[in-house]
Each structure stands twice: as C-alpha cells, then as structure tokens.
C-alpha cells in the first residue's frame, strides 16, 4: 500500500498537470472536479502532518 507522502505527490502531479485521475499502488481513483480534488489533498496533507486537527469550543455562562 502505497504511503500517504506518495498518495499526496499523486495527487498534486495530477492536479498540477490538469488531470482528474490519480493513480498510485495500482489502483486509480477519478475525481468529478477540482474542488474535490483539493478537499481530498486537504484531506491527506492534514493526514500527513500528523492527523486530523480537531477544534473544540466551549460556551462560558455566568449568573451575575
């Protein structure tokens, strides 16, 4: 199975070049659009950094 580093290089040489089929490890996957493209290779850049990033926010109450 091919590494997340070289599932991103994939991504990005075919993005760069104009094509919608990414193809590593022997298998292809065929995007419908760019904007698909780039969620997927936020996706795996977030993957390769060290994981999901996940935000947490807490609401504050005081009586006064």
């Known amino acids: 199975m091919a590494s997340l580093q070289e599932q991103l290089a994939a991504l990005d040489e075919a993005i760069a070049s104009g094509a919608r089929t990414v193809s590593y490890d ?7 659009e760019l904007d698909e493209m780039m969620t ?3 996706r795996l850049a977030r993957q390769v950094s060290g994981g ?3 935000s947490t926010s807490y609401a504050e109450f ?3």
């Open 52 to 54: 999901t990033q996940v």
């Open 26 to 32: 022997g298998r292809s996957v065929t995007y419908r």
């Open 62 to 64: 005081s009586r006064d």
């Open 40 to 42: 997927a290779r936020s």
